[in-house]
């Protein structure tokens, strides 16, 4: 072989290793997930403003029973995935593992209590509260620099800094027509506290099992621990069986539950590729999908401290993203 086609075919040996850089693709993976992750918000919110959950009693009841369905749906969708591949028997070989009760404990961590507490900040706050769940970047990276030991870099942690500014900037202003505003924002920060150990812990199990594998036992649990326990804890069970009655709801959390498992497929790949400080931040770009989502299709309000909050957010991500 001459010295020209060696160099030549170098070159197309490099090309398909570029292609698939493992970092290039987690990024790509995390703001990806950021987008399906705005659009389970809107799907969801459509779905909780049908009935019988619009104006169902208990400001738990109803974010409980979109929650668990959801998570349960996901999971749903995830088997049949899974089971088309041939590999749906791993689920339940995996979840015996260490890392597999990892992903068992991330999905309660996830599911439960972040998701839960998500759906029910955005019932009291509305798309106020989709911007402050962001600062699970910020509780992600504090985490997974405890317990992963991923120290942040500088840049990384300006982009912390950026996503609470712009979470302060978007609670500036207490919008009149919500008199459980705070209590909305104190659920929304739950949420993204959850969220980041989620995220540690989905870095971990993520990296020791097979990303479709994770996230379907991390949808399953979590929809099923929700349904067979929360829901029923919270007298919300014949709210359950109405909603799958009703039809319409049930079939707008079946697409939430799809747009759900693609974020957190993509989630879980890009924190398994790229670090859990960066495949948070680039996941907290749902702020702006959500948001932009929230006012096209559900004609809520879009004033100039949730624009200014969104884009200081997203900014953020973007920072964090290019400091490591």
Not at 92 to 119: D, H, K, Q, S
Not at 180 to 189: M, S, Y
Request: glycine letters at 12%.
């Amino acid at each position: 072989m001459s010295e020209k086609e060696s160099i030549s075919n170098g070159k197309h040996r490099k090309n398909p290793e570029i292609r698939t850089n493992p970092h290039r693709i987690g990024v790509y993976m995390g703001l990806f997930s950021g987008f399906a992750y705005g659009l389970y918000t809107t799907l969801a919110l459509i779905a909780g403003n049908c009935n019988p959950l619009a104006g169902a009693a208990g400001f738990l009841a109803v974010p409980y029973v979109c929650a668990g369905l959801n998570d349960l749906f996901a999971g749903i969708w995830l088997s049949l995935y899974n089971i088309k591949k041939g590999q749906f028997k791993k689920v339940w070989e995996n979840i015996p593992t260490f890392p597999g009760r990892m992903i068992v404990l991330g999905a309660l961590l996830g599911g439960p209590m972040a998701n839960g507490a998500y759906l029910a900040g955005l019932s009291m706050a509305g798309a106020y509260a989709i911007p402050v769940t962001a600062t699970c970047s910020l509780f992600g990276a504090l985490f997974g620099w405890i317990f992963l030991k991923q120290k942040p870099s500088k840049k990384t942690a300006l982009g912390m800094i950026l996503c609470v500014l712009g979470a302060i900037i978007i609670n500036w202003t207490k919008p009149e027509e919500s008199p459980d505003f705070t209590l909305g924002i104190i659920c929304a920060f739950i949420a993204a506290i959850s969220w980041g150990l989620e995220g540690v812990v989905a870095s971990y199990g993520g990296s020791k099992i097979d990303a479709d594998i994770a996230v379907n036992i991390r949808d399953l649990v979590s929809g099923t621990v929700v349904l067979a326990i929360l829901v029923p804890a919270l007298g919300a069970g014949s709210l359950l069986w109405e909603t799958l009655s009703a039809g319409v709801p049930a079939l707008w959390l079946m697409a939430s539950g799809l747009a759900a498992a693609m974020s957190f497929l993509a989630w879980y790949r890009a924190n398994a590729a790229v670090g859990c400080a960066v495949g948070m931040s680039l996941n907290v770009t749902y702020t702006f999908w959500g948001v932009l989502f929230c006012v096209i299709f559900l004609n809520q309000s879009l004033t100039g401290t949730m624009v200014a909050g969104a884009a200081v957010i997203v900014l953020g991500a973007v920072v964090v993203a290019a400091g490591q």
